[in-house]
């Protein structure tokens, strides 16, 4: 196995207070994860329904799950029941649909606004401009079973450091507009979730409160 304990501490110690460590656990077996939890490591990230399905029923229940991938509206049900955080809210559908199974639940589910800032076409998420009308057609607010703690993105792939940084710049300043204008009075619109395995480091100097970090703990995955 991978030098998972070496490697998260390596990482833990090198984040700035402030910042938290969501360890992703994508296409990794059990373990894996369990090496993590045995040093401290609670919080994990999932990108798809049926591998976190099977993780969750089977690790230890003191485990705050993360989706973070793409997530279609038909498989919010299935992890409305015990998902801790939906990162990447990329539609007011998908939000709708969130709220939806969370109240069937019983339950209030915290969600991130997925940004699409990148220049790839590939990559998900909302422009600037479909966040600003997300936002400012108000129905997000009469919906009381999610609330919706910040922000989220991925740079784009390349090595070039300063688009990298250009990028998560972005991303900040966009951070503290929609905060002043839609979240000024909530608390817990905080949240500013970038920095991967290749540029962390860059994404904590813009102000990212949680990185998302996968294969520099748990190695490449095999798909
Ligand atoms: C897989 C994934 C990560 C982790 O990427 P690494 O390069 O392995 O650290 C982070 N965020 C999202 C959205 C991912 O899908």
Redesign the pocket.
Known sequence: MYDVKGNLHRILDSLPQGVRL?A?S?YHPNEFIEAAYAEGQRVF?E?HEQELKLKHETLPQDIVWHF??HLQTNKVKYIAPYIDMV??VDSLKLLKEIDKQAAKCGRVIDVLLELHIAEESTKYGLRLDECRQLLEDGEWRGLEHVRICGL?M?ASFTDDQEQIRREFTVAADFFDEVKSRYFADASWFCERSWG???D?EIAVACRSTMV???????GP?VY
Do not use: P
């Not at 998302?212 to 703990?217: M, V």
């Open positions: 969501v992703i994508k990230g990108s973070i991938g990162e990447a989220m991925m991967m395995s290749d962390y998302r970090i996968g294969t520099s703990i748990f995955r």
